[in-house]
């Protein structure tokens, strides 16, 4: 819906990446001129299994995202690859 309406794509990305790498980056793979970059760390959640042997309880890396928006005209094809 992002990439509809509002020019933009989303990326996991690593936690130790800053705005400007992620913008590098996606200007050279995808060869696409960047106008803005927003990210957010998405916290690990707890996961709880239920089993023979009683509950076994879990946790989920936190990531961090990255919300590329894209110049007017540029567009990345994430699925013309599959």
Same mark, same amino acid.
């Given at each position: 819906m992002?990439?509809?309406a509002?020019?933009?794509?989303?990326?996991? @990305?690593?936690?130790?990446?800053?705005?400007?790498?992620?913008?590098? *980056?996606?200007?050279?793979?995808?060869? @696409?001129?960047?106008?803005?970059?927003?990210?957010? @760390?998405?916290?690990?959640?707890?996961? %709880?299994?239920?089993?023979r042997?009683?509950?076994?309880?879990?946790?989920?890396?936190?990531?961090?995202? *990255? %919300? %590329?928006?894209? *110049?007017?005209?540029?567009?990345?094809?994430?699925y013309?690859?599959?």
């Amino acid at each position: 819906m992002l990439n509809d309406a509002l020019n933009q794509v989303t990326f996991i @990305v690593d936690r130790k990446a800053n705005k400007i790498e992620i913008r590098k *980056a996606v200007e050279k793979r995808y060869n @696409v001129a960047v106008t803005g970059v927003n990210t957010g @760390v998405m916290p690990g959640k707890l996961r %709880v299994r239920f089993t023979r042997d009683g509950l076994q309880r879990g946790r989920i890396k936190g990531y961090k995202k *990255a %919300v %590329v928006t894209l *110049a007017e005209g540029d567009e990345i094809d994430l699925y013309g690859e599959l």
